[in-house]
T-cell receptor, first 117, second 115 residues
Framework: DTAVSQTPKYLVTQMGNDKSIKCEQNLGHDTMYWYKQDSKKFLKIMFSYNNKELIINETVPNRFSPKSPDKAHLNLHINSLELGDSAVYFC????????????????FGAGTRLSVL | QKEVEQNSGPLSVPEGAIASLNCTYSDRGSQSFFWYRQYSGKSPELIMSIYSNGDKEDGRFTAQLNKASQYVSLLIRDSQPSDSATYLCAVNIFYSGGGADGLTFGKGTHLIIQP
């Protein structure tokens, strides 16, 4: 079973549309994240959720909204898509509770390649 | 603002030699340090994690951390063509409330192992 799974793998859409990307982890982790990797391959944190609460919210447009129905899922909703939103979006998860040797090792999903036309 | 700096390369190393990858970070409060490998079109894959000063070895990989110099490195011994990839250095900091920042990544070093 895939530890962190994202759907869809590819998403092609028109400017102005609203779309969602789903993420699920079966690792029992307590924190999930969304990252954006742009055309220059620079990977940047967007959001993280811990126990259904938003911990950080990087300076991303409010057109992006994370939604977590439960600890194993963190979906990303994007409204009014723009050309500049084209990128690969990665979901990740980690376990923060405690201070064990594997603290905050993050495991990544396969990514969703979003193309806005 | 937290920053992680890496030489983008490409770094070309003959097969069987040692590949040395370097990374510096700006935030002295950083507590955890990671090296991820990313093949083209794939997701980042954890190679090494290191939390305290010194060396940490795992197979052909050795991570080195010097917090005073704010410097992290990765050595790959007996380099193989399959090691050709982009290597991402990442650091993170924990908030006092128990939460955690996401990882701050460098822009990656493109490593090419020449057969």
């Amino acid at each position: 079973d895939t530890a962190v799974s994202q759907t869809p793998k590819y998403l092609v859409t028109q400017m102005g549309n609203d779309k969602s990307i789903k993420c699920e982890q079966n690792l029992g982790h307590d924190t999930m994240y969304w990252y954006k990797q742009d055309s220059k391959k620079f990977l940047k944190i967007m959001f993280s959720y811990n126990n259904k609460e938003l911990i950080i919210n990087e300076t991303v447009p409010n057109r992006f909204s994370p939604k977590s129905p439960d600890k194993a899922h963190l979906n990303l909703h994007i409204n009014s898509l723009e050309l500049g939103d084209s990128a690969v979006y990665f979901c990740a998860s980690s376990h923060l509770a405690g201070a064990g040797p594997a603290k905050n090792i993050q495991y990544f999903g396969a990514g969703t390649r979003l193309s806005v036309l | 603002q937290k920053e992680v700096e890496q030489n983008s390369g490409p770094l070309s190393v003959p097969e069987g030699a040692i590949a040395s990858l370097n990374c510096t970070y700006s935030d002295r409060g950083s507590q955890s340090f990671f090296w991820y490998r990313q093949y083209s079109g794939k997701s980042p894959e954890l190679i090494m994690s290191i939390y305290s000063n010194g060396d940490k070895e795992d197979g052909r990989f050795t991570a080195q951390l010097n917090k005073a110099s704010q410097y992290v490195s990765l050595l790959i011994r007996d380099s193989q063509p399959s090691d050709s990839a982009t290597y991402l250095c990442a650091v993170n900091i924990f908030y006092s409330g128990g939460g955690a920042d996401g990882l701050t990544f460098g822009k990656g070093t493109h490593l090419i192992i020449q057969p």
